[in-house]
């Protein structure tokens, strides 16, 4: 039988590494041949995580071909106007759905990805059906004001540890601040969302650095460390 | 068309089919390693035998639109060898199969129970029966004078009733609390071997229905209840508990395909009740402390002023003999808060012997059964409809893993009848489990400590098996292959 030294146990069976430490084990079997394990090794029925990576890569796969076919069809938009929507939030909703998932342990990062993609995928609507400038001036800086309320209530609501979230608040906190750039540079039709927006993505960011300034200086400073 | 015998299933006993879940299924494994290959046509015949002995295992479970039932079938059981992991599902809603499965792998022989069917003693009295028989077979030269297809008293039966608690120990305390985890006393074999009585020839129905009925019904059958038992609310001031704290709770990633992570540490059983003897502790409290202990190691979430809790199965047989192999055991929950105190592990055990031996008499025990039967009883409790029966039982048995930290069981020492006795060596128990988990059997000198968790770590496994080698006693493991990496290789 062999041994663990470093858990100071015998190990039953054929184990190359002890299974509790992972640490080599010592001493042969006298005749050579690995003593037969009390247990039969029981192939896996699935396994949870690749499972998982297949479906999502899959997903991935669908939604971005879902995307590019919209493209083929840019020329003759009003004949399917409300199937293309239709088609769209579907699409969305997954991919929404998709990063709820795989984000699912890290609130803050989600609430990025959210923002992302969804400012995204509006622009590319927009483009899509004519370029009226609605998703510049309306979705985005909605998005971002309600990112960063929905930011600030989970923080409240769970206690995330600092640490965790002071990066992706600060994105976010960035993000609020683009419709103002875009208003800048003259690329939105009514100028009163992409303000409210910025003035609170303001707002915030003041507030983040009076009240957690040292935090997030130390936890920069951890993240960009060389 | 054969009218079937049937008996729903009791409350104790629904909790199991609600509860049950891909994680959990609510199974549970008694085991024996003999010392020899085991030979599976013998094992098959031993099987038909103890089968037939024990009507309760022809069971299968169904559901009705307000209880589960036990409906008894014309099923028959075949020994197979072990393919799949520790504890796979046995139940499956809508499928009649039967509730308990007997696998065999080189010298192991491991009996299965769907938990609805049976608790652990229940169990170990169909085990023993089939060792028995098995090993007679095997060995027919060792059979004792007369053997053959006697008939059982068992242990706890109205015959021959396991000593009152009252006459065990000499001081109530440690080891009172400890006897009453003994399964069996040292006389099991003369359940086996000694006074037979020849039961009145009965049909398979009878059978079948007497075997299959609650425990608790066959207690207060035994008992007038009225007379018995105190009324509510004459000693019930041990109601007012102290107010829940959150409980510490073991979290990790799970085994890639829900399997039960087995793993088994085995030792002499002398050193260790030393050991428990030095503290002035019964071992189960001892080795509950190890366990805390354990996971406080190798948590980093285990913080100073983390309250750690478990629950401890008494064997109810102890205090209201009682012949069915039903469920019938009431659990104990006993509670540590680390950063107060002496955290050494011999305190920790004292105070939660303390505790468990205050919860461990036969009036504490006797007002929990009440209760049980008065719910039972309850007009509105039959009228709900088992779907929401489900439900409710689920969310009680989800509130009541919040609120802990372990689970532990422990079978005590097993004497098995002659010649099995001889042949068996090391017994194993593994329960499937939804938290960390350490089931505890001896047989033969060897206590054998079935680990079971959802998660793929070890680490607690490993701190409890480094503070026993820490403490001069010999360990050996042996471990089912559960993750992905142990798994590399073997062709599905
Ligand atoms: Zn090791």
């Not at chain 2, 170990?124 to 006697?150: I, K, N, Q, V």
Request: charged fraction near 20%.
């Amino acid at each position: 039988m062999r041994t663990c030294t470093d858990c100071d146990l015998r190990v039953e069976g054929d184990w190359e590494r002890c299974p509790l430490c992972g640490s080599v084990l010592h001493g042969a079997e006298p005749g050579g041949q690995p003593e037969p394990s009390p247990y039969p090794a029981v192939p896996l029925r699935f396994s949870r995580r690749r499972v998982l990576r297949v479906l999502t890569l899959t997903s991935l796969g669908v939604i971005a071909l879902s995307f590019l076919a919209q493209l083929l069809f840019r020329h003759d938009a009003e004949s399917l106007g409300a199937l293309r929507t239709v088609w769209l939030g579907v699409v969305a909703t997954w991919l929404v759905v998709l990063m709820a998932v795989s984000k699912r342990r890290n609130l803050a990062k989600f609430i990025v990805y959210l923002v992302l993609a969804a400012g995204g995928m509006s622009v590319y609507w927009d483009y899509l059906t004519q370029w009226s400038a609605w998703s510049l001036t309306y979705m985005v800086p909605i998005l971002c004001a309600a990112s960063i309320v929905g930011l600030l209530i989970t923080v409240r609501l769970i206690r995330m540890e600092l640490a965790d979230y002071v990066v992706y608040s600060g994105l976010t906190v960035l993000l609020g601040l683009t419709p103002i750039v875009f208003l800048s540079l003259g690329w939105v039709g009514v100028a009163l969302p992409s303000v409210i927006c910025g003035a609170l993505s303001l707002a915030v960011v003041v507030l983040l650095l009076t009240l957690r300034g040292g935090a997030v200086r130390h936890e920069l400073a951890t993240r960009l460390h060389l | 068309m054969k009218r079937r015998h049937w008996v729903r299933l009791d409350n104790a006993s629904n909790i199991f089919p609600a509860a049950r879940s891909d994680v959990d299924p609510k199974v549970f494994r008694l085991g024996a390693e003999l010392d020899h290959e085991v030979d599976p046509g013998l094992l098959q015949e031993a099987l038909e035998e103890s089968f037939e002995r024990f009507p309760l295992y022809h069971a299968v479970l169904r559901r009705g639109v307000f209880w589960y039932y036990l409906q008894d079938s014309d099923l028959q059981p075949e020994v197979r060898a072990e393919a799949e992991q520790v504890c796979a599902p046995l139940y499956q809603a809508d499928r009649r199969t039967l509730l308990f499965r007997v696998v065999h792998h080189r010298r192991r022989v491991s009996l299965e129970v769907f938990h609805a069917l049976s608790d652990g003693t229940g169990a170990l009295w169909f085990l023993t029966d089939l060792l028995s028989a098995y090993t007679r077979r095997r060995f027919p030269g060792e059979a004792p004078a007369g053997g053959g297809d006697a008939e059982q008293v068992r242990p706890g039966a109205s015959e021959r009733p396991d000593p009152p608690p009252a006459r065990i120990g000499t001081h109530p305390g440690a080891q009172a609390a400890e006897e009453v985890h003994e399964l069996t006393q040292d006389s099991f074999a003369h359940y086996f071997r000694g006074r037979r009585r020849r039961r009145e020839p009965s049909s398979h129905e009878q059978d079948f229905t007497r075997e299959a009925a609650p425990a608790v019904l066959t207690v207060e059958e035994a008992e007038d209840p009225e007379d018995a038992w105190p009324e509510e609310g004459d000693q019930d001031s041990r109601s007012s508990r102290p107010p829940r704290r959150r409980i510490h709770r073991v979290r990790g990633t799970r085994t890639p395909d829900n399997r039960t992570h087995a793993l088994e540490l085995s030792m002499p059983a002398a050193p260790v009740l030393a050991l428990a003897k030095a503290e002035g502790v019964a071992p189960t409290m001892f080795l509950t402390a190890l366990f805390f202990e354990a996971i406080r190691r190798t948590d980093e979430s285990a913080h100073a002023g983390a309250t750690m809790a478990a629950s401890v199965p008494v064997n109810l047989r102890q205090f209201f003999p009682s012949t069915s192999a039903r469920n019938f055991f009431a659990t104990i929950r006993v509670e540590h808060t680390f950063g107060q105190g002496d955290d050494a592990p011999g305190a920790v055990a004292r105070r939660l012997q303390e505790a468990f031996s205050a919860e461990a008499t036969p009036e504490a025990l006797e007002r929990r059964l009440h209760r049980l039967i008065r719910v039972e009883r309850w007009p509105l409790a039959r009228i709900v409809p088992r779907p929401v029966k489900d439900l409710l039982l689920s969310l009680i048995n989800q509130a009541n893993n919040r609120s802990l930290t372990v689970a532990i069981s422990n079978l005590g020492r097993v004497t098995l009848p002659a010649p099995a006795q001889a042949h068996v060596g090391r017994m194993q128990f593994h329960v499937s489990a939804v938290r960390p988990q350490f089931c505890a059997i001896t047989h033969d000198g060897q206590l054998t400590l079935g680990f079971t968790s959802p998660f793929v770590e070890t680490a607690h496994v490993r701190e409890y098996a480094r503070l026993l080698t820490g403490a001069g006693v010999e360990v050996s493991l042996a471990a089912a292959r559960t993750t992905e990496e142990e798994l590399a290789g073997v062709d599905p």
